[in-house]
């Protein structure tokens, strides 16, 4: 199984910081990977696809790069709405894993 | 718009059995690949099981491997998962999530229901 490994567990910013979240995978697997953004209380809702590709309607403040093991989800500048727990997911092989998550909280 | 709606969550005794449904509507259900994903109070998300867009393939984690069945019913456009021999650490509220295009047999989830909550308990 692929491990995948966020950092940091936990980010303390505030609005209109630049953000950036690590997902590091224990294989490479070349840009198969997605990044979700999860409200306390709702369903996870999908952010970007394929490591850097922006889903319909997402704000472009989200932003993701990265290949083989390592990759990154930024946010561009921290609104009150981006206060949540973000996960890296991996798709490249079963089972699919997700990392632990990220949780970024108001500073 | 796409709209997925899990049901059938429940309390049940570790050992029983439980049959969740998830209603899709506002989509080419048949199309897609259809997966149950699920989340432990205040943990992770952890995938659980998939099936291809026609049921003739299927894919479970290891953890459920065995006891879960994942199936669908395409001229009712439901999802549905059986669970047996249920466990305490089988509680988590378990999510309905839609394939996104695959590409080579990979895929995300593109959209998802708002989740029905599974406790295993004496």
């Known amino acids: 199984d692929i491990q995948m490994t966020q950092s940091p567990s936990t980010l303390s910013a505030s609005v209109g910081d630049r953000v950036t979240i690590t997902c590091r995978a224990s294989?490479?697997?070349?840009?198969?990977l997605a990044w979700y953004q999860q409200r306390p209380g709702k369903a996870p809702n999908l952010l970007i696809y394929?490591?850097?590709s922006l889903q319909s309607g997402v704000s472009s403040r989200f932003s993701g790069s990265g290949t083989g093991t390592e990759f990154t989800l930024t946010i561009s500048s921290l609104q009150p709405d981006d206060f949540a727990t973000y996960y890296c997911?991996?798709?490249?092989?079963?089972?699919?894993?997700f990392g632990q998550g990220t949780k970024v909280e108001i500073k | 718009e796409v709209q997925l709606v899990e049901s059938g969550g429940g309390l049940v005794q570790p050992g029983g059995s439980l049959g969740l449904s998830c209603a899709a509507s506002?989509?080419?259900?048949?199309?897609?690949?259809m997966s149950w994903v699920r989340q432990a109070p205040g943990k992770e998300l952890e995938w659980v099981s998939s099936i291809s867009g026609s049921g003739s393939n299927t894919y479970y984690a290891d953890s459920v491997k065995g006891r879960f069945t994942i199936s669908r019913d395409n001229s009712k456009n439901t999802l549905y998962l059986q669970m047996n021999s249920l466990r305490a650490e089988d509680t988590a509220l378990y999510y309905c999530?839609?394939?996104?295009?695959?590409?080579?047999?990979?895929?995300?989830?593109?959209?998802w229901g708002q989740g029905t909550l599974v406790t295993v308990s004496s």
């Open positions: 999530a839609k394939g996104g295009p695959p590409v080579g047999g990979r895929y995300f989830f593109d959209f």
């Open positions: 997911q991996q798709y490249y092989s079963y089972p699919w894993t």
């Open positions: 394929k490591a850097s």
């Open positions: 506002g989509l080419t259900f048949n199309s897609f690949v």
């Open positions: 294989q490479s697997m070349s840009t198969w």
